[in-house]
């Protein structure tokens, strides 16, 4: 998490004689006071000493947050817009601006003025979700109380953890049923740190607009009153007085089962919990199959997912057989490979030749290798000949090439790992039976481990214990995790042991990251070491939905190269990212 920068830094310290926000709750009015004991001089012909927010304009622009405008006038009574005040709040925190090559919003295209500011506090400033899908921000709509504070909480960092209480503001204010549910939180924790006060009628008025006058005070008030735990997305940056959440269960015995994750043995509170923010890259406007801009496309189904380097997004559609791709460099979604004549191959061993033809083809899987920057796609086809399929990985990085192939298919691939740029190891499942296989690539790949005949290892998915599976490949050894087992694989010579079991607990979605597992369970995320020790990595009750697209449950997931997590939402029909 990005720290404020030096302005904000320079106001604390300016202002430190103003003093902390004290236990008492703010008189009405007070956020219209205090104002600054000595401030520069400005000249601006619609603002004399004499008005009521002079100090506080002059000290902001003083300090280049907010500025008047060519004619000499400053306009202080004007009401401040969404896309204005997305600019100052920037100014004032120091939160680098973001130029992007496409925009969160659809009614902000990257050339409008507005769209680096609003890019940078989109997670401070959230848009809005239309009837048809469209996200929006309204940029030239005013800027509400309510939304100011809400942003000014959410910049500062307070602690949301807790259950604010309501019953402080629900007295104090005779409009508290005008404030929007989702705001309240905010506002009671804006009045407890005297953020804001109201007014002397005993109304917040949070339905109300807000001019530039008022926003410049409510901003110089934000960072001289409340806690001092100004930081990006919630990361505070205090000393937490209690230990933060232990692991779900005990270190696990490799032979006896663990606890069941979602309900730790030994459970504690964090003193502080980490709020991350979640936008969506594609989808949530409903299920189809359209390329082009990403405020345009849809999603139809997303079986199989990866990331690569350059954080592009590539996602198999079995049901369209085609494997379609979010171009993370200009926000938009195309459709990457198509299942068609390319995919034909004949096999030759000798004089017999073995025809694989695409018509028999069903994609299963896509896989991605760092070590030579490649995409693959498993699959099986099936063989009339044979009466019955193979396993054939697919190169499709640029044309359509064999990377790999066995004798022998299953139900689903439950991995594909990479040890180096020239070899593969996958497991498929079948009915009863799970199976590894070794090879290198371009070459057929050999049985290297089964569950008939090695009893240990058994990740099939036959009984829906936990349909999901993964594994990655260290030197001469790849770990496997299925059917809530960890399993560690001696390749040389063959030893498999079982790291631990999770006694059949259910998991969504599972994939591997940098030597880790990443397991979910609805919108939580479990880290699971190769020593089989799990613990809470992304807790789902602290995410904070940009998009206002809560999520249930996580398909499946990934990460891309800034260690962010990438998930599939089937509910949502979108592709998403959780911001860590």
């Known amino acids: 998490?990005?720290?404020?920068?030096?302005?904000?830094?320079?106001?604390?310290?300016?202002?430190?004689?103003?003093?902390?926000?004290?236990?008492?709750?703010?008189?009405?009015?007070?956020?219209?006071?205090?104002?600054?004991?000595?401030?520069?001089?400005?000249?601006?012909?619609?603002?004399?000493?004499?008005?009521?927010?002079?100090?506080?304009?002059?000290?902001?622009?003083?300090?280049?947050?907010?500025?008047?405008?060519?004619?000499?006038?400053?306009?202080?009574?004007?009401?401040?817009?969404?896309?204005?005040?997305?600019?100052?709040?920037?100014?004032?925190?120091?939160?680098?601006?973001?130029?992007?090559n496409y925009s969160s919003f659809s009614d902000i295209p990257v050339t409008n003025w507005a769209s680096p500011f609003v890019e940078a506090v989109k997670d401070y400033m959230s848009g809005y979700r239309t009837a048809s899908g469209e996200y929006i921000f309204n940029p030239a709509s005013p800027a509400l109380r309510e939304d100011i504070t809400v942003a000014l909480v959410k910049l500062k960092g307070y602690d949301m953890s807790r259950l604010p209480d309501h019953s402080t503001i629900q007295a104090m204010f005779k409009d508290y049923d005008g404030i929007s549910e989702s705001a309240k939180d905010y506002v009671a924790i804006a009045v407890e740190n005297g953020l804001v006060s109201g007014f002397p009628d005993?109304?917040?008025?949070?339905?109300?607009?807000?001019?530039?006058?008022?926003?410049?005070?409510?901003?110089?008030?934000?960072?001289?009153?409340?806690?001092?735990?100004?930081?990006?997305?919630?990361?505070?940056?205090?000393?937490?007085?209690?230990?933060?959440?232990?692991?779900?269960?005990?270190?696990?015995?490799?032979?006896?089962?663990?606890?069941?994750?979602?309900t730790p043995s030994n459970p504690q509170q964090p003193s502080q919990a980490v709020k991350f923010s979640v936008d969506t890259l594609v989808g949530g406007n409903g299920q189809g199959?359209?390329?082009?801009?990403?405020?345009?496309?849809?999603?139809?189904?997303?079986?199989?997912?990866?990331?690569?380097?350059?954080?592009?997004?590539?996602?198999?559609?079995?049901?369209?057989?085609?494997?379609?791709?979010?171009?993370?460099?200009?926000?938009?979604?195309?459709?990457?490979?198509?299942?068609?004549?390319?995919?034909?191959?004949?096999?030759?061993?000798?004089?017999?030749?073995?025809?694989?033809?695409?018509?028999?083809?069903?994609?299963?899987?896509?896989?991605?290798?760092?070590?030579?920057?490649?995409l693959y796609l498993a699959s099986n086809v099936y063989l009339p000949s044979k009466y019955g399929t193979d396993a054939v990985i697919y190169d499709i990085s640029t044309g359509i090439n064999m990377a790999a192939y066995g004798q022998k298919s299953g139900r689903y691939y439950d991995f594909i790992a990479f040890p180096d740029n020239n070899s593969v190891i996958y497991g498929i499942t079948g009915a009863h039976e799970s199976s590894i296989f070794q090879?290198?690539?371009?070459?057929?790949?050999?049985?290297?481990?089964?569950?008939?005949?090695?009893?240990?290892?058994?990740?099939?998915?036959?009984?829906?214990?936990?349909?999901?599976?993964?594994?990655?490949?260290?030197?001469?050894?790849?770990?496997?995790?299925?059917?809530?087992?960890?399993?560690?694989?001696?390749?040389f010579p063959l030893k498999v042991d079982k790291v631990v079991d999770y006694d059949n607990t259910q998991y969504d979605s599972v994939t591997a990251h940098e030597g880790k597992f990443y397991l979910t369970s609805g919108a939580t995320i479990y880290e699971l070491s190769t020593d089989g020790n799990m613990s809470t990595f992304v807790d789902g009750n602290d995410l904070i939905y940009n998009d206002g697209l809560p999520i249930k449950r996580i398909d499946l997931i990934s990460f891309d190269n800034n260690g962010d997590v990438i998930l599939y939402d089937k509910e949502s029909n979108a592709i998403r990212r959780i911001n860590l």
């Open 1 to 100: 998490m990005k720290k404020m920068t030096t302005l904000l830094i320079t106001f604390v310290l300016l202002f430190g004689t103003v003093g902390a926000a004290s236990a008492a709750l703010p008189e009405y009015g007070e956020e219209w006071q205090n104002a600054p004991a000595n401030s520069p001089t400005v000249s601006f012909t619609d603002l004399p000493p004499t008005h009521w927010a002079y100090k506080y304009i002059a000290e902001m622009v003083n300090r280049k947050v907010i500025d008047g405008y060519p004619d000499k006038k400053f306009r202080p009574d004007n009401t401040i817009i969404r896309a204005e005040f997305a600019k100052i709040m920037l100014t004032a925190s120091g939160i680098q601006a973001k130029k992007v």
């Open 202 to 262: 005993e109304t917040f008025r949070p339905q109300a607009t807000v001019t530039r006058a008022e926003a410049t005070v409510m901003l110089w008030r934000a960072f001289q009153f409340g806690n001092d735990n100004k930081t990006i997305g919630g990361e505070q940056t205090t000393t937490p007085s209690v230990p933060p959440v232990t692991q779900p269960g005990q270190t696990p015995n490799p032979t006896s089962p663990t606890t069941n994750p979602s």
């Open 289 to 374: 199959d359209v390329d082009g801009p990403v405020r345009m496309a849809k999603i139809n189904v997303v079986d199989s997912m990866v990331v690569d380097k350059n954080n592009n997004v590539f996602f198999l559609d079995s049901q369209k057989k085609k494997i379609r791709k979010f171009n993370s460099s200009n926000g938009t979604v195309e459709t990457y490979k198509t299942i068609n004549h390319e995919f034909n191959w004949d096999l030759k061993n000798g004089s017999q030749v073995t025809h694989f033809d695409y018509t028999n083809l069903t994609p299963m899987k896509l896989a991605y290798n760092y070590a030579n920057d490649k």
């Open 439 to 491: 090879g290198q690539l371009s070459a057929q790949a050999d049985l290297l481990a089964s569950s008939s005949t090695y009893n240990d290892i058994d990740v099939s998915d036959y009984y829906g214990y936990a349909p999901v599976a993964t594994a990655f490949a260290t030197d001469n050894k790849v770990f496997v995790f299925g059917r809530s087992k960890l399993y560690s694989v001696q390749l």
